[in-house]
Structure formats: C-alpha cells, structure tokens
C-alpha cells in the first residue's frame, strides 16, 4: 500500500496547536477525502486523545521502546483499516533542539510511507523570540533574573541551522517548509492546500486555543514566577482579573510597560539571521522574503541580502 506520509513539527509558536486542534476536531471528515490524522499515538490513559502526537513522540525521545512500539502498532493497524492517501502525524516534540540521533534514528526505521516528508514552519526571528519568551514565562519555564534574551540562540532562532541538521538526521525524509509570517491568517486553509483539499466550508471549525497576554502581564510574570508555580499561577490570574475591572474603568496599571524587544535590538537579530534568511528564500521561497510583504502590492519582495 502506497501512501505519503506528512510529519509536522511546529516548531513552538508556528501555529500548531490550532492547526492540531482542527486535524483533532476533523477526524472523520479527513478521512472522507483520504486523510488518516490517527488515534495512534496521541493516547493519554484508556479513554483521553490528545490534540497531537506528543504521546508517540515523547515515547521516542525518552526511548521507552514498550510504549513506542505500542503506538507503532495501534498506528500500522489504523492505516490498514483505513487505507489513506496520506498519513499526517503532528508533534512540536519533533523539533526540539535536545533530541538525539536516536531519536531520530527510531522515527527513521519505523514510521510508515512509501514516501515521507517533515513540514516545519519558519517565522521571522524577532518575532518568534518574543513568542517564546512570553510562552516561557506563561509556563513558568522563564523566571528572574533570566530574561528573553537567555532565548536568543542560534539553536532556537537559526532557520538554516535546523533545516540542515534535520536533512543529517533523518535523510530519508524530504523537508517541506512554509511561512508561518505568509500563511497565519489562512493557516488552516494554506495547510490542507498543500494534501490536496481546497475547500473546508463543510469542516468542523477550530477555535482560537492561544490568548495572548498583554506585555505588562509577562512582564510581571517573570518576578511571580520566583514563586512556587501553584501561588505565582494564582497571583497572575488575579491581577488579570483585577486588571480587567480597572482597565474597564480606564485605569491600566501596567500600560507604561513596553515590549521585551526595542526596535533597535530588532533590527539586531534581523540582521543576525540576514544570511539564514536570504539562504532559506534561495532554497525554499524561490528567492522570495519568507517573512516580508511589499507594502503597497501585499506579495512577497526579493530578499536584498
């Protein structure tokens, strides 16, 4: 049985719990048009799926053999039942910078199609390090004294640098890459594009999973976050509610609060990544900006780098 397998990695804050939210919802109308987003390897205990493959991925990187091969199973199982055109798995497990070539050994021998591809999305340096950090710190993973700039890494903002080493990890994979900058507001509709479905009038909708947090409540976050994760949680999520009530009554405590990046220290990282950048437009945009649009005609411009 011939089939293509398509895994999407993210990575983090490239749309994917959105996007996994609509395959999760969309289950059996993917199947009607020949696309299996299977149960296998997104179970969490006996009757709880995941939106993702994080359960078949995770087995993989902590190398639990039992466990993985188990959903390796349930997973060839499904595509017999169900005999798809493509396969799409979805994990930003799968793009972590400490995975090992274990790993990717595994996912290399097991993971079935006849033809296999990784799908990544690619968002503009500075933007994606402002994404992350506020999600770090959302989490409880960023604290004082550690600020966003403890994030701004090569192994987490070099485009080039993950594409390369994913080609060395996993040869027999292609690697398809999309802009996450070009494709957000249609992120959904450009994704399903690209397996063959043009129109999604008739799919189950996706909601908005990630609000996004005013700068101040980041800002502040970072110092709660000193605290033990139960108390600095319940402290932020009461200042927000009592910020709501003052922003209602124009009072906003926090609004003096800029962004974590100044525009100088923007340009810095552009210009950090120019050479990753024009190289990915070369390679992947046909010598299109990944991340930029004209702004009079709203189409890609030529890469100046």
Do not use: C
């Not at 995770?58 to 499904?78: I, N």
């Not at 292609?174 to 959904?188: A, C, E, M």
């Not at 525009?263 to 024009?278: C, F, G, L, T």
Request: proline letters at 6%; glycine letters at 6%; a positive charge.
């Amino acid at each position: 049985m011939e089939f293509r397998t398509l895994v999407h990695i993210g990575p983090y804050k490239t749309g994917s719990t959105s996007l996994q939210e609509f395959l999760s919802r969309n289950h059996d109308w993917l199947l009607e048009r020949g696309l299996l987003y299977p149960k296998a390897g997104r179970q969490i205990g006996r009757d709880k799926l995941d939106r993702a493959h994080n359960p078949l991925f995770h087995a993989a990187r902590l190398e639990d053999h039992v466990a993985y091969q188990r959903f390796v199973d349930d997973l060839g199982k499904e595509v017999a039942e169900h005999s798809p055109r493509i396969l799409i798995l979805s994990s930003e497990v799968a793009s972590r910078e400490s995975l090992t070539q274990n790993f990717y050994d595994l996912i290399n021998d097991t993971i079935p199609g006849s033809t296999r591809d990784i799908l990544l999305y690619v968002r503009r340096q500075d933007d994606l390090l402002s994404s992350r950090y506020s999600q770090r710190v959302k989490t409880g993973n960023l604290r004082w004294p550690k600020s966003i700039q403890h994030l701004n890494s090569p192994k987490f903002l070099d485009h080039r640098l993950r594409i390369e080493n994913l080609k060395r990890a996993l040869p027999e994979f292609g690697v398809v890459v999309r802009s996450f900058d070009r494709d957000k507001k249609r992120l959904i509709p450009n994704f399903l594009e690209q397996v063959g479905i043009e129109r999604i009038e008739s799919a189950n909708p996706a909601p908005r999973m990630n609000s996004k947090r005013p700068w101040g409540v980041t800002w502040l976050g970072r110092y709660l976050n000193v605290l033990p994760q139960p108390m600095a949680r319940y402290t932020i999520r009461q200042f927000i509610k009592m910020d709501g009530h003052l922003q209602a009554k124009g009072i906003d405590l926090l609004g003096g609060i800029g962004k974590p990046l100044s525009y100088q220290q923007r340009r810095n990282i552009i210009e950090q990544y120019a050479d990753s950048n024009a190289w990915l437009a070369s390679e992947y945009f046909d010598g299109l900006d990944p991340f930029l649009l004209d702004t009079e005609t709203h189409q890609p411009i030529r890469n100046q780098a």
